[in-house]
Nanobody, 124 residues
Framework: QVQLVESGGGSVQAGGSLRLSCAAS????????MAWFRQAPGKEREGLAV???????YYADSVKGRFTISRDNAKNTLYLQMNMLKPEDTAMYYC??????????????????WGQGTQVTVSS
């Protein structure tokens, strides 16, 4: 089981930025796709960004152009740089690792390892 620990959440005003980090146990990026999801109260978990084992990045339309997923292999750490934050970005943010099937990048059940989450709150 892959261990994932997120950090970097907090409170920020609309238009601000935050960078989330996800520390992984060991070198997993060559074996697993890595993803960021979020879940707001009363809403379903939403996939935001995926980084493949080959380094390709994919983004949900809701965050495209504002969020950037990246990784530091030497530090076994995944990042989510979030710019131009909006109040609707308020949610618990999770990193995940898995091997999603073809066309199933955004399906949360395709990822079998999850962090505990970090809260992001954006005020207007």
């Amino acid at each position: 089981q892959v261990q994932l620990v997120e950090s970097g959440g907090g409170s920020v005003q609309a238009g601000g930025s935050l960078r989330l980090s996800c520390a992984a146990s060991g070198s997993i990026y060559s074996s697993y796709y890595m993803a960021w999801f979020r879940q707001a109260p009363g809403k379903e978990r939403e996939g935001l960004a995926v980084l493949t084992t080959g380094g390709m990045a994919y983004y949900a339309d809701s965050v495209k152009g504002r969020f950037t997923i990246s990784r530091d292999n030497a530090k076994n750490t995944l990042y989510l740089q979030m710019n131009m934050l909006k109040p609707e970005d308020t949610a618990m943010y999770y990193c995940a690792a898995g091997r999603p099937g073809f066309g199933r990048l955004w399906i949360s059940n395709e990822y079998n390892s999850w962090g505990q989450g970090t809260q992001v709150t954006v005020s207007s």
